[in-house]
């Protein structure tokens, strides 16, 4: 094992953790003094599992799968459908608010686009509002996006850039 700064060998056994400047490194004796040296983590001795639990193997690793992606998208303009129809309901920010049990910051921001609303606050504002705010992901064929020079598929020749 070697010094995160200086190259030096360290000893594998009982290496040295420092934080210098921010970020623990392994490192030798010498460079320890350009930062705190950390105590390393006690491992316990055993641990006890709790009953009815299996116990995940340390290699144990989650995979993603295509489930795990979202199948709905926020609307493009959704703070200016979210204004008009509270608008068109006479409601202010404030009665928005209490009907969806939100703080009246949060309406404001999202009004002005400074906010995106995560998918459950999205749909409390559906609701309230009786608006459809989320649309269907169509499963897109990347194939379709192939650089035409080279036949490679770039970031680039995929994204659509939007420009306000």
Not at 32 to 53: D, E, V
Not at 67 to 87: A, G, N, Q
Request: hydrophobic content about 30%; some cysteine.
């Amino acid at each position: 094992m070697e010094c995160e700064i200086c190259g030096k060998t360290v000893p594998e056994d009982n290496p040295i953790r420092a934080k210098i400047e921010g970020s623990v490194m392994v490192v030798c004796k010498e460079c320890s003094k350009l930062g705190t040296i950390q105590k390393a983590p006690s491992q316990p001795k055993f641990r006890q599992q709790p009953k009815g639990k299996k116990a995940k193997s340390a290699k144990q690793t989650n995979n993603y799968s295509r489930r795990d992606e979202p199948s709905e998208e926020l609307i493009e303009d959704f703070e200016l459908k979210i204004r008009k129809s509270r608008e068109s309901k006479n409601w202010s920010r404030e009665d928005l608010a209490k009907k969806i049990n939100e703080r009246l910051s949060v309406i404001t921001r999202i009004e002005t686009g400074k906010m995106t609303p995560d998918t459950k606050l999205t749909k409390k504002i559906e609701k309230a509002l009786n608006i459809k705010l989320l649309e269907k992901i169509n499963n897109v064929d990347l194939n379709q996006f192939v650089n035409t020079s080279t036949g490679e598929r770039t970031l680039g020749s995929i994204m659509k850039i939007k420009r306000k």
